[in-house]
């Protein structure tokens, strides 16, 4: 294999491409990033509206194709097609081996087209942007209260601004950990000052008069909250749209077997392609042999290895068995997960305490631990990791 | 070898108890608790910790002789 390129110049991207070098790799490698930025870490983003560059290892020895962004892949000829490039000859690129790492979008409101002062998050740019905007006693409204938008409530409450948090399900974080998690995230915001409405969306953006910036919000039931910025926190798709129409198997994310190979429509694994990170769509052991994209921080470190290793070494491939681990800091609360809480269908609790910030909540599906979920209980978790463990091979082929 | 962690940036993510809980753990208030020097059958077992640390708070040393890491 003489020429590798990686599109995709974030954590997945970055640990394979140095996973590659590490395993023995001496061609040409290439990394290709959309954003004009070189790699950084994202949980910083929005955690604490922070920028944090990653490290790249010094002897990557690889060319950068920053500010690139893949438009298109050709698998019958090997090539990669870009757009951004200051010359034509840069239109298309070719590989022996390629690394699908594109990761996640932030998911676009649906509806109208939005006001100035209306945010999603995703990139180092938008975190920029609203950071300048975010500034003692304005109104914030922040619609979705998942990970990413309990995470930037918190901070901005923390920045002294009056925050107003948006969630259609009932309680905050429900899908990912819970309603009995969910009501104590709801009583940590609370009780840091965040106003709440759960279980209603928004119906509008409104400008404020005469201009064309963002006033207020209208929810569906017809309340109307004075807003000076909002930030949309809606969830994030896998970025495959640069995929479609190339014959890889696609459906949230691009779908990878269990050595992250990724697959085209027939089924079969398509020779020299991997994929890693939030792209990538992985029959889950925990969940039964589900396919799911996580996009946690943990899995795409874990799957550089495996995809690096598949790529290489074609006829001996080793499958990826990494378990799922998700943190988040909330109010001071710090949050660490491992398994698969989404996958439960029942969760009991141990302990959830608001007082002494203790957590220690497990998750089962059909009887069988699938996850926990701990905050000064962290010690336990390897405990249940290792209950877990055994399992992470299963639905191996 | 040997093994620092910068304790300024640990943020008892765990990932490393994980990876080496022969070398990592954790008290009972969640601050990690490890062992400086360790055997160097457990070299592979540290590196995959200091890897999967998502502040990069660790750093393995080899015993002389063995290589840096």
Redesign the interface.
């Known amino acids: 294999m003489r020429r590798i390129v990686v599109v995709g110049a974030s954590l997945a991207g970055l640990r394979t491409a140095e996973a590659l070098r590490a395993q023995g790799f001496a061609g040409e490698l290439t990394l290709v990033g959309d954003e004009p930025h070189m790699p950084y870490d994202r949980p910083p983003l929005s955690k604490e509206l922070r920028i944090a560059p990653l490290d790249v290892a010094e002897d990557l020895d690889a060319r950068w194709l920053i500010g690139r962004r893949a438009v298109g892949l050709d698998i019958g000829r090997r090539t990669v097609a870009l757009e951004g490039g200051d010359t034509a000859a840069y239109d298309e690129i070719g590989y022996d081996g390629l690394v699908i790492a594109t990761g996640t979008a932030a998911r676009q409101w649906p509806g109208q087209p939005l006001p100035q002062g209306v945010f999603t998050l995703r990139g180092l740019d938008d975190t920029l942007a609203l950071r300048a905007e975010l500034t003692e006693g304005r109104r914030l409204v922040v619609v979705g209260a998942g990970f990413l938008g309990s995470e930037l409530a918190a901070a901005a409450r923390e920045l002294g601004l009056e925050v107003t948090l948006i969630e259609a399900a009932e309680q905050p974080l429900q899908r990912a950990a819970g309603s009995q998690v969910g009501a104590y995230v709801a009583e940590l915001h609370r009780a840091a000052g965040i106003a709440l409405h759960t279980g209603c969306t928004v119906r509008e953006f409104r400008t404020a008069p005469g201009t064309d910036r963002i006033g207020s919000v209208t929810l569906d039931d017809g309340t109307s909250l004075p807003a000076d910025l909002a930030v949309l926190a809606l969830g994030a798709e896998p970025a495959t749209g640069w995929l479609a129409g190339s014959g890889l198997r696609l459906g949230g994310g691009v779908h990878a077997d269990a050595y992250l190979r990724v697959l085209r429509a027939d089924g079969v694994p398509e020779p020299g392609i991997v994929a890693a990170g939030d792209v990538v769509n992985l029959p889950q052991p925990l969940a039964g042999g589900a396919r799911l994209a996580l996009g946690h921080w943990a899995d795409a470190v874990e799957h550089a290895g495996t995809a690096a290793y598949s790529l290489l070494n074609p006829a001996d491939p080793r499958p990826h068995q990494g378990i799922p681990s998700f943190w988040s800091d909330l109010h001071g609360v710090k949050f660490r997960s491992v398994g698969l809480p989404a996958a439960a269908d029942e969760v009991r609790v141990v302990e959830l305490d608001v007082a002494s910030r203790r957590v220690e909540v497990t998750y089962h599906f059909r009887g069988r631990l699938v996850g926990a979920l701990t905050a000064r209980r962290t010690g336990r978790l390897a405990a249940y990791r290792q209950e877990l463990a055994p399992r992470v091979g299963e639905f191996v082929n | 070898m040997q093994i620092t962690v910068d304790m300024n940036l640990c ?5 490393c ?2 990876a080496a ?1 022969e070398i990592f ?6 601050y990690l608790v490890y062992e400086a020097t360790a055997s160097d059958d457990l070299l592979a077992k540290a590196e995959k910790a200091a ?2 640390c ?1 502040v ?1 708070a660790i750093q393995v040393h080899a015993a002389a002789g063995q290589g840096a890491a």
């Open positions: 943020e008892s993510h765990g990932q108890v994980f809980p753990s954790f008290d009972d208030e969640d890897a999967v998502p990069r």
